[in-house]
């Protein structure tokens, strides 16, 4: 039998409530969530305790967390459909993380690109939590025994571990087909979106530099701003594609002109041939703030009701358990833990 015979389509996908939800969050993961919705149940959440594996501020949490469904939301993410909700609310998570611990192998962890680039020089002084992050995201998506599962490049690795994790626990318990293979879904031109200030480093909350990202929460004078302040070289703008190779700027200016916009990038590149960068970046400046500024000012009314917000997390939560805690029950009778 498919396997779209024996498990129902399923869409997760999640984003940490570590600082704040920037370009790179927007263009590369969330307004591409948006047409999914349309087509299959999504679950969409806001992985708290992911955010726990590095250094974080417990009195920030609860703001970053309601900041994140904010922005879900404020992006086109439709709680009444989709479900919304924190991570840490939905205990399934933790205890099927648990047990996928004990199906993981060490070996598979130390294949892991991210915990090695995260963890740095110093891996003795990484948390156990983020050696183990890549689990818990299997433990994330498998709890729902989800099918589809949108990422970035960066989260693919990870993606195949969970793969590789529903494969052996399936296998070693006995239970064929448990657990889906989920997919990863890639749904348009989803643009690696880089710092304005290094073309060849990625957007980032932790980048020490605030104007090397541009948030959902920046005002329209800010983003003109950070656009007018970004990294160029001193050529004027390429005529075709293939003028953009080591031009690591350029290209992420246009990509994310092209994102912005919903133009392909070969027509970006042709609308700004031959151009100077100062008259791009106007016209760039000109649609970020048309795109981002409606998205802000929901956020911002949103964020002003944080009532409201706990509501329709604690809404979310509810409707996520009801779907998880039956799948956890079975791999305790699995397991044995029952
Ligand atoms: N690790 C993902 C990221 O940093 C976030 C994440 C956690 C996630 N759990 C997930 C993404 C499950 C997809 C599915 O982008």
Redesign the pocket.
Known sequence: MSEKALHKPLV?????PTGDLHLGNYLGAIKNWVPMQAEKPCIF?V?DL?AMTAEFDPRALPGKTREVAAGYIASGINPDTSIIFAQSRVSAHAELAWVLNCVARIGWLNRMTQFKDKAGKNREAASVGLYV?PV??AA??LAYKATH?P??E??KQ?LELARDIAQKFNNDFDAPDFFPQPEPLILGPTPRVMSLRDGKAKMSKSDPSAASRITLMDSADEIADKIRRAKTDPDNLPESRDGLANRPEAENLLSIFAALTDVSLDQAIAQFAGKQFSAFKGALAEAAVAKLSPIRDTMVRLMGDPAELDRILAKGAARADAIAAPILAEVKKITGLS
């Open positions: 997760f996908s999640g984003v940490q959440c992985v992911h992050y818990l995201m994330d998506i599962v990422v970035g960066d989260q990870h």
